[in-house]
T-cell receptor
Framework: QKEVEQDPGPLSVPEGAIVSLNCTYSNSAFQYFMWYRQYSRKGPELLMYTYSSGNKEDGRFTAQVDKSSKYISLFIRDSQPSDSATYLC??????????????FGQGTILTVHP | NAGVTQTPKFRILKIGQSMTLQCTQDMNHNYMYWYRQDPGMGLKLIYY???????DKGEVPNGYNVSRSTTEDFPLRLELAAPSQTSVYFC??????????FGQGTRLTVV
């Protein structure tokens, strides 16, 4: 069983739709949770970073973490064609030599069509 | 503001050849990482370093080697290239707050 599971999609939505992207994980040692966006032929860029259960909002993006269920989500409101990309969830353990070592989901390919 | 710079962007290697993928960061980060990304597979950690002179294996280290003689540079060495090493390679460095900055990637094909 993979430590982090993410539905690879692809996901296709109309412009203006609300998008929900999800990951589940099996290791309760994960304490830091991130979402990265990766455009075609580019490196991943950090979208959201959180370390506590609950919601964190940044503009049109909301990251949600439920540690009791080992489940994280990213919501995109009023989706735009420019949001078309691969979205990767990532997580890491706290402290020590594990610091910063990210475990990634497979990535979900999102297309927002006009 | 360069951030993380990787060279080359593209490379074709023949089976058995060797090469070094270069990675440089100008943010004075101690933590640096090498990942490979295969289609539909996310990113897998190859090697990482927590500071100059300190390196350790990640999830998929076989066939690779690294060194970290300075804070800025973290080269990845492929010895005896194999078709299974065809992939996109990303170097990343982390800030003290855990934010990862990625390079633009090196697309490697082994034929």
């Amino acid at each position: 069983q993979k430590e982090v599971e993410q539905d690879p999609g692809p996901l296709s939505v109309p412009e203006g739709a609300i998008v929900s992207l999800n990951c589940t994980y099996s290791n309760s040692a994960f304490q830091y949770f991130m979402w990265y966006r990766q455009y075609s032929r580019k490196g991943p860029e950090l979208l959201m970073y959180t370390y506590s259960s609950g919601n964190k909002e940044d503009g049109r993006f909301t990251a949600q973490v439920d540690k009791s269920s080992k489940y994280i989500s990213l919501f995109i409101r009023d989706s735009q064609p420019s949001d078309s990309a691969t979205y990767l969830c990532a997580m890491s353990r706290a402290g020590g030599t594990s610091y910063g070592k990210l475990t990634f989901g497979q990535g979900t390919i999102l297309t927002v069509h006009p | 503001n360069a951030g993380v710079t990787q060279t080359p962007k593209f490379r074709i290697l023949k089976i058995g050849q060797s090469m070094t993928l270069q990675c440089t960061q100008d943010m004075n980060h101690n933590y640096m990482y090498w990942y490979r990304q295969d289609p539909g597979m996310g990113l897998k950690l190859i090697y990482y370093s927590v500071g100059a002179g300190i390196t350790d294996k990640g999830e998929v280290p076989n066939g690779y080697n690294v060194s970290r003689s300075t804070t800025e540079d973290f080269p990845l060495r492929l010895e005896l290239a194999a078709p299974s090493q065809t992939s996109v390679y990303f170097c990343a460095s982390h800030s003290q707050w855990g934010e990862a900055f990625f390079g633009q990637g090196t697309r490697l094909t082994v034929v």
